[in-house]
């Protein structure tokens, strides 16, 4: 329609946007059926529906009432192009070509630095130097009152132990309002934080030759002022990892915002002891109360908590849970409550949540939670969370804070991570690329049954897998193998009318059936380690080059030619087809479901 969302008005935006996630959830559940999840479906819950929205609002209350959520100001991830703040989970970190530009912010100025954002060194307001650096020690506490691209700045020489004295220069320009590190020295310091960029990723603050200007045109300038001033000490060609913002593509500027934060080094009272969210989060998986497969992922996991900083969860999107936070006019005071103050002088925060804050509730708040419900005391927690690794932080991090700090209960015990679906090429599969695949057309073309197979088989947790045609029709074909060696067994039992029995097979057909049954033990284990890439290939491999390769050969020729081996011979197919079907239903339920009608018993239930 060529209007954006401020055209519409929150309200009317909203309509649309509620209207796209019903039309993408109707597209989700009909592949999640087409697949053969078998899902209780009148359980199904919405992150955004109502129940949720109550089970958000409570927990939001009560993490600002314990002072783990709190306003204030920091340096955040801000995509100019989504004008939004994002995770640091959020971003996409691209290899690019960049320039390394050492230079002095004037001639009098005794110490040189390097950047490649020149454009930002006008709202620089320290230099911080290694305190054991000799080469600069005698400058240190020192201030320089400088122009800089006609830009008054004024430097003060800082003696910081995080700067690398062996790295450049060794020494640091701060800029304190667009780094997440300059901020912290800045901290420490006690240093002015002067804002350069603004949300629209153009220049402010600094002289009529650059406010306004985008910062890779004011980049452009500075670089040419320090040139004609003989200020640039030289240039060098990089490759740079460029922050870019996974949903728009924009590139990040880290920007001074006042935004809602979870504080998770804060020390609270937690039920019968003192302790921080960090720490609920660690020691879960420290002392084994919840496992990784694979378990490599428990060390990622550990380190990416070991490094947690404060946790943004206020977003600029209108699609989301609204901070349950309002403010009155013509005042200061912040009113928090689950539920709306009940006079007109109250507006609320235009922001929404982190849409992870309420994901992180999932476990609970689908069986009821805040209410103590019998599905909460009996559910939960649940046995195995299954997710991609991909997410490990954004969703299975949040969900341990949030059903520690609230329920003081691990919310799963074990978390099985499985990897990314890959083209041929093993490139990640986008629109971009043209190779995305439909899983409703490759059902449609192949069946779900060969689709399930290509998708386990051969792929460990945690590893990427590539996916294509000859995989696909791999497994098609072995489905035509399952109902081919079916019908031949049907075919050449028509005269046996009682139930196959182990009691019924010769010595050597029993010696074949105990193989089976050591094989299916084998399976069995597999399966109850989440090892269910190699049971789907044992699976595979007996079927058909055991059974149907070898034994109905064996057999076909007792059973043809009457001899008296032909019962055991019909005992054997009858019984291992039977107990085959049974063990391939996980894998392959489709076709499966369809042969036990014609192979069960008269008292035997579904599969």
């Known amino acids: 329609e060529g209007k954006n969302k ?3 008005g929150r309200e009317d935006f909203l309509k649309k946007v509620n209207e796209f996630a019903q039309e993408s959830h109707d597209v989700i559940v009909n592949q999640s059926k087409k697949m053969g999840a078998s899902l209780d479906w009148s359980r199904e819950a919405y992150t955004l529906d109502d129940k949720r929205n109550f089970a958000v609002r409570t927990a939001f209350k009560k993490m600002y009432d314990d002072g783990l959520i709190y306003r204030g100001n920091r340096v955040v991830n801000w995509d100019p192009k989504g004008q939004t703040v994002i995770s640091d989970d ?17 001639k009098d100025f005794p110490i040189p630095i390097s950047t490649t954002r020149p454009e930002t060194k006008v709202g620089d307001t320290a230099v911080a130097v290694h305190p054991e650096d000799e080469r600069y020690q005698e400058f240190v506490g020192k201030t320089f009152e400088l122009t800089f691209c006609n830009v008054p700045i004024k430097i003060k020489i800082i003696a910081d132990k995080e700067v690398e004295k062996d790295f450049g220069t060794g020494a640091l320009g701060v800029t304190p309002a667009h780094s997440k590190i300059d901020w912290a020295i800045a901290e420490r310091h006690d240093l002015e934080k002067k804002q350069v960029i603004n949300e629209y990723a153009k220049m402010v603050n600094c002289d009529e030759n650059l406010n306004g200007k985008k910062v890779l045109e004011a980049r452009e300038i500075i670089v040419n002022w320090l040139s004609e001033n003989d200020l640039m000490i030289k240039e060098e060609d990089i490759s740079q990892n460029v922050s870019t913002a996974e949903r728009t593509g924009g590139i990040i500027e880290p920007l001074p915002k006042l935004q809602w934060f979870i504080d998770v080094e804060k020390e609270i009272q937690h039920f019968e002891r003192k302790t921080t969210l960090k720490n609920l989060m660690r020691e879960v998986v420290e002392n084994k109360e919840i496992e990784f497969l694979p378990e490599r992922f428990e060390k990622i996991y550990t380190h990416w908590i070991n490094n947690l900083e404060p946790w943004c969860i206020s977003r600029q999107i209108w699609f989301g849970h609204r901070i349950p936070v309002w403010y009155k006019k013509d005042s200061e005071e912040i009113y928090c409550d ?5 006079e007109e002088e109250w507006i609320q925060d235009e922001d929404t949540l982190d849409t992870w804050f309420s994901s992180g509730l999932w476990t609970f708040s689908t069986l009821g939670w805040p209410e103590k419900t019998s599905d909460l005391e009996k559910y939960h927690p649940t046995n195995v969370l299954e997710t991609g690794y991909d997410i490990i932080f954004f969703w ?3 969900m341990i804070l949030m059903s520690k700090y609230l329920l ?3 919310p799963f015990k074990t978390v099985y991570l499985h990897g990314l679906v890959r083209d041929t090429q093993g490139r990640k599969m986008s629109k971009s690329l043209g190779n ?5 057309e490759i059902i449609e073309k192949y069946g779900t049954d060969s689709l399930r197979m290509a998708l386990v088989v051969g792929t460990g947790p945690g590893n990427d897998s590539k996916l294509g045609d000859e995989k696909l029709k791999a497994y098609k074909h072995f489905g035509n193998k399952i109902w081919n060696a079916t019908r031949f067994v049907l075919e050449k039992t028509t005269d046996f009318d009682q139930k196959a029995k182990y009691e019924n097979l010769n010595q050597n057909h029993k010696e074949i059936y105990k193989i089976w049954t050591e094989k299916i033990k ?8 989440y090892r269910f890439y190699l049971a789907g290939e044992k699976m595979y491999d007996y079927f058909w080059h055991t059974f149907a390769d070898v034994l109905i050969e064996e057999c076909k020729k007792e059973i043809m030619d009457n001899t008296e081996n032909k019962i055991s011979s019909q005992n054997l197919l009858l019984l291992l087809l039977r107990e085959q079907i049974i063990s391939l239903h996980p894998f392959m339920p489709f076709i499966t479901e369809e042969i036990w009608k014609e192979i069960k018993n008269e008292d035997d239930d579904l599969l």
């Open 6 to 8: 401020y055209d519409l």
């Open 90 to 106: 959020e971003i996409i970190y691209e290899e690019r070509k960049a320039k390394l530009y050492t230079f002095k912010y004037s």
């Open 338 to 342: 689950i539920e709306a103050p009940k």
């Open 396 to 398: 299975v991090a949040r």
């Open 408 to 410: 003081n209960e691990i």
């Open 436 to 440: 995305a695949m439909n899983p409703l």
């Open 522 to 529: 084998d399976i069995t284990t597999d399966l109850e380690n």
